[in-house]
């Protein structure tokens, strides 16, 4: 049993092994849980959401008897919104979380605008164009290609591109339904997160309780580790801040883990069972070191260079291959690409929950076939 002091010095050392198990428990993906999808939203503090549907797949691999409505339900009567968030990247959040997390990563968004459209935005006043932007949107909902052309008219030196990325940033622009609905399909068309919900943003964003609950889902983790998943940088105060609230461990590499005293961290032998998850699912995301999820060596065999990230298939607790639905005329196939081989009772595993995904995912294809591509293909 490794054990940790409180506040003090770490006198744990925790394996990959021992990282990835606490990983799937606070991910809800050694059993699948009794939660609304709200409550899910919240606990996971969000889900990455490039892809439309990804946060459905989410919520399916995760909670017991979860349907695509209540997800698109919560999105229509403005309880889940789209928007982006943690490292400027787009994240489905609950409002309520929109409303507080929002302003505390607003640094890393307008960090991340000038590191892309710094020349094309050199010598304009940014808090103008914020107020142009959100004047149009508040007005009529708008596509980022709508809103660079209207904006070009007050500005037509500039990049249209350019000029919508900076409302992007300085405003919290929500993407309105039917963007995120299963089965829409679309352009994202965007208002303001304050016309959309009727609230303002928080004034003093609850950093503290924003990292604690970070801790919560993904812990434990190093300052590194918080970092990447919000894209702040310099945390080292805040978390000598909170170190009382906290124990401390190292990992392999002799980094300081921070975690909640009263957090799961089950035995490293704890058995896990193969799961199916989406695309830019957060687990694979939320760590500078994120071998407690994913060999090294698969990496770019999931994460490409352009930002993709597959769907994959876990086993045993870690990525072991990607998966990805063909859709023919009547029938629906889920294709399985291993990384190695496997047993045939995982293969079984495999097959089992392969089946439930094609019920979620494809029901209304008349067949579903499962096929694997072998490893040495």
């Known amino acids: 049993m490794v054990t940790a002091q409180s506040g003090g010095e770490t006198v744990g050392i925790l394996s990959p092994r021992a990282l990835n198990r606490a ?10 849980e009794k939660l609304s999808a709200l409550e899910a939203l919240e606990r996971l ?14 919520l399916w691999t995760r909670l017991e008897q979860f349907h695509q409505e209540e997800l698109s339900r919560l999105i229509q ?10 490292r400027s990247t787009i994240h489905l959040v609950s409002s309520r979380d929109s409303l507080q997390i929002r302003p505390w990563v607003q640094p890393v968004l307008e960090r991340s605008l000038m590191g892309t459209y710094r020349k094309q935005l050199a010598r304009l006043d940014g808090k103008a164009i914020a107020d142009a932007g959100r004047a149009l949107v508040e007005e009529k909902p708008h596509t980022f290609s709508q809103l660079g052309k209207r904006l070009s008219e007050r500005y037509p030196d500039r990049d249209p591109s350019a000029l919508s990325a900076a409302v992007r940033a300085l ?30 943003l928080v004034s003093h964003p609850p950093e ?13 983790a190093t300052i590194k580790d918080i970092q990447v998943w919000s894209g702040h940088t310099r945390l080292q105060e805040t978390m000598e801040r909170i170190r009382p609230q906290l124990v401390t461990f190292r990992d392999e590499q002799g980094d300081e883990l921070f975690d909640l005293p009263d957090a799961p961290r089950p035995d490293p032998d704890t058995p896990a069972q193969p799961r199916f998850l989406g695309e ?16 090294d060596a698969y990496r770019k065999r999931v994460i490409t260079a352009n930002g993709i990230v597959h769907s994959v298939i876990i086993i045993d607790g870690f990525v072991a291959g990607t998966w990805k639905i063909g859709r023919g005329k009547d029938t629906a196939t889920l294709h399985i690409e291993p990384f190695q081989q496997i047993s045939k009772q995982e293969r079984k595993a495999l097959l089992d929950e392969g089946a439930r995904l094609l019920q979620f995912a494809a029901a209304d294809a008349r067949t579903h076939d499962i096929s694997f591509v072998s490893p040495e293909e």
């Open 23 to 32: 990983l799937l428990a606070r991910q809800m993906l050694l059993r699948r």
């Open 45 to 58: 503090v969000g889900l990455q959401a490039q892809a439309p549907n990804a946060p459905y797949f989410a």
């Open 77 to 86: 009567e403005r309880k889940a919104v789209r928007l982006a968030m943690m």
């Open 171 to 200: 405003v919290p622009l929500i993407q309105l339904p039917p963007r995120g609905l299963w089965g829409e399909s679309g352009q994202a068309a965007h208002t303001s997160g304050e016309a959309w919900l009727g609230q303002p």
């Open 208 to 220: 503290d309780d924003i990292i604690l609950r970070y801790l919560a889902a993904y812990g434990p």
């Open 280 to 295: 830019f699912d957060n687990i694979l995301l939320s760590y500078a070191n994120r071998t407690r999820i994913i060999d």
